[in-house]
């Protein structure tokens, strides 16, 4: 038997306004509320409404044997309740299939854990605490941002009591082993790693409209021939992508659609295919062997590393700099400017400021707002300057009120 496990990530950054030196001290607002609005509400009618109801469809139409799962931000969410409710209504509406799990991650989809744990860990609980207060559910197993992972982590997030975690499965650390099947991390006992099939998962989210790929076009009849052809050589498939593939990244008249419509019926035609959660895989199976993944590794690009996010000097300087800040920030109370500095720790500021070309180049241009990585820089340097200047003003405003205190 081979079970299919189809989880989508939903994020949506807070993207900044073209701030300029002259802000700084003088403007507050960082965030281009507008051109939030406007790519929230254009994805919203393209990719998370039609999709959602697409899936709806295929639960009741399935009776319950078609099951997928979502991680969705906490940024996401704070522009769909703002922009878009209808997204959120059916998400709920899809929580109460009882088909649906939703997964754990940073609420800010940050890089948090690489240089702030206790940043990191308070991320994770007001995650936690969102996915209760919307879908009154409690996640059981973690997608870190990016799919970021090491030993460390997996070690870590045991210890918060979660019983599985996802990772890309990169040949360079699976080696002769397979995705298809679960593992343990060295450094756990208990907690299981579920590993992205980032070739079946990439035929559908990026290969899907390539005329020139030769398996184009992609039907659902031979999509379930390659997952049924797993079957004895594996327990399940991690079909792993983003929400936005469907509609956004492959627009609707590419077919996209119809072949996720059509694709659960070809799938279960197979007597030994199913469709499981997360949790559910990892309740079924049991992991084969432990994995040492000592060296950090992603999703992103053909090195699957950190380097999207961390490989030039604008983006490492950028990072070290806003977590510079955490303990300054955080010693204020003052609830606006935490968040306005939380929202700096979402992945996409780093990415943005990425300058690698070559075979990866066009990915990183195309999700770039900016006209180019040094724009996204300066920009984002401002802001923190401006964030500086607030602190240190707010700080001085308190010792002021502390000594008027002291004096009545």
Known sequence: MVSICFYFQVHQPKRLKQYSIFDVGNNNDYFDEKKNKEIC???????????????????????????????????????????????????????????????????????????????????????????????????????????IFNNELANYIEGLGYKGILAEGADHILGWRSPNFLYTPVTCKNIKLMLKNYKLSDDIAFRFSNKGWAEWPLTTDKFEKWVSAVNGNGNVINLF??????????????????????LPDAILKHPDNNFLTPSEVIDRYPAVSELDIHTPISW?????????????????????????????????????????????????????????????????????????????????????????????????????????????
Request: glycine content about 4%; some cysteine.
């Open 241 to 262: 992508m983003d929400y936005e593939t469907f509609g956004e990244h492959q627009w609707e008249d590419t077919g996209i659609f119809e072949f996720m419509k059509h």
């Open 300 to 408: 992103a690009d053909l090195e699957r590393d950190l380097t999207a996010w961390l490989g030039n000097k604008m983006q490492q300087t950028a990072m070290k700099e806003v977590y510079i800040l955490e303990e300054m920030v955080k010693k204020t109370k003052d609830k606006k400017l935490i968040d306005d500095w939380r929202n700096l720790l979402t992945s996409d500021h780093f990415y943005y400021m990425c300058t690698k070309w070559f075979s990866d180049g066009d990915v990183h241009k195309y999700f770039n707002p900016y006209d180019s990585p040094y724009d996204s820089f300066i920009i984002f340097m401002n802001v923190l300057n401006d964030i500086i200047v607030r602190t240190k003003t707010i700080k001085g405003e308190q010792n002021d009120k502390k000594k008027i205190d002291k004096v009545n």
């Open 41 to 147: 509400e254009k994805v919203a009618k393209k990719c998370y409404i039609p999709t959602n109801k697409l899936m709806l469809e295929l639960i009741k139409k399935m009776n319950g044997k078609f099951k997928i799962s979502y991680s969705i931000t906490g940024t996401a969410i704070e522009q769909f309740k703002k922009y878009t409710p209808e997204v959120i209504d059916l998400f709920k509406q899809l929580a109460d299939t009882g088909c649906v799990e939703f997964l754990s991650e940073t609420y800010y989809h940050s890089l948090s854990f690489l240089y702030s744990k206790e940043e990191f860990k308070e991320q994770v609980e007001k995650h936690k605490k969102e996915m209760k207060d919307l879908f009154n559910y409690e996640p059981k197993v973690f997608r870190n941002t990016e799919l």
